[in-house]
């Protein structure tokens, strides 16, 4: 009997290595494609064929966002959300230890709304555009930031778009959770859930359902991993919160080095991402 325990837990420990190894080469090859904001076909092009390739029905809006939708199970009705824009160039990952470098704004987001689709689940998927309102330039020799000219000095013009799609639709996801990184928090803590979208000033916090997160809490609880739950500025689940009738959760990953080409995370925080997701996509009650 416990020779058979320690052979399961032995190939549950090799099959998850791989998935992770299969996690890091997507991460790669995202981490490495150019997408600044306004100039993200070439990532939306080989994000939509990986959608496809999970019979998923795409859609790209007028905007540029690309909406994925299974055509079966109540899963659909949960919306995970991810934005595809970088603020500077593309950059490949180093994996050293248990730490993650490169690009990962947002393409660690992207790379664990894949994995989770690898692993069988079905939610819808928006991928969204024009989530950063910087662009990274050289000057002298150094990385410097310039503010982007904004489309009608809006912030965030993707994720705005899909959320006044969204209003229109009869029928909506009951739940949207959006998949970033954050530099609030500490690497290798665990992930970040917000309880508010906002600056951190009085009276300008605007607070997630707390009926919803206690839900949450309830079903990521058992699992016994290390969540914060913090008051912060979530872009786009900013923007998705103005949609009546869907509830939205805001979770990231810890990075240093925000906002540079070797943003560093810790591979044991998106494991555990993973992990929470999986469960509230398998649990959550509409």
């Known amino acids: 009997m416990k020779n058979n325990l320690e052979q399961r837990l032995l190939s549950d420990k090799i099959e998850q290595e791989k998935h992770m190894e299969e996690l890091i080469r997507n991460l790669d090859v995202l981490s490495s494609i150019d997408s600044f904001s306004t100039h993200e076909d070439e990532i939306r092009a080989y994000l939509k064929e990986i959608l496809e390739k999970f019979e998923m029905k795409c859609e790209v809006d007028e905007k540029g966002n690309l909406w994925g939708e299974s055509e079966k199970g109540k899963q659909k009705n949960i919306l995970v959300s991810a934005h595809m824009d970088k603020v500077g160039a593309g950059n490949p990952v180093a994996h050293i230890g248990n730490r993650l470098k490169g690009r990962l704004d947002n393409a660690l987001g992207l790379s664990i709304i894949i994995e989770l689709l690898k692993n069988g689940l079905k939610p819808s998927v928006l991928f969204t ?111 998705m919160a103005s949609v009546p009738g869907m509830e939205i959760l805001a979770v990231e990953i810890p990075v240093i080095n925000n906002h540079t080409a070797n943003e560093e995370a810790d591979l044991g925080d998106v494991e555990k991402t993973i992990k929470i997701l999986t469960s509230i996509i398998e649990n959550f009650e509409f």
């Not at 954050?182 to 916090?205: C, E, H, L, N």
């Not at 707390?210 to 872009?235: C, D, H, T």
């Open 129 to 239: 555009v024009e989530e950063e309102s910087d662009y990274e330039v050289v000057r002298e020799g150094l990385p410097a930031f310039e503010e982007r000219e904004l489309p009608n000095g809006l912030y965030h013009a993707g994720a705005r778009f899909a959320a006044e799609q969204l209003v229109k639709q009869l029928e909506k996801p009951s739940l949207a959770i959006v998949v970033d990184v954050t530099r609030m928090g500490k690497v290798g803590d665990g992930p970040i859930i917000y309880t508010s979208s906002g600056y951190k000033k009085p009276g300008t916090q605007s607070y997630f359902s707390p009926k919803i997160l206690k839900k949450i809490a309830k079903i990521i609880n058992p699992l016994g991993i290390g969540v914060s739950y913090q008051e912060g500025n979530p872009n786009d689940a900013t923007e």
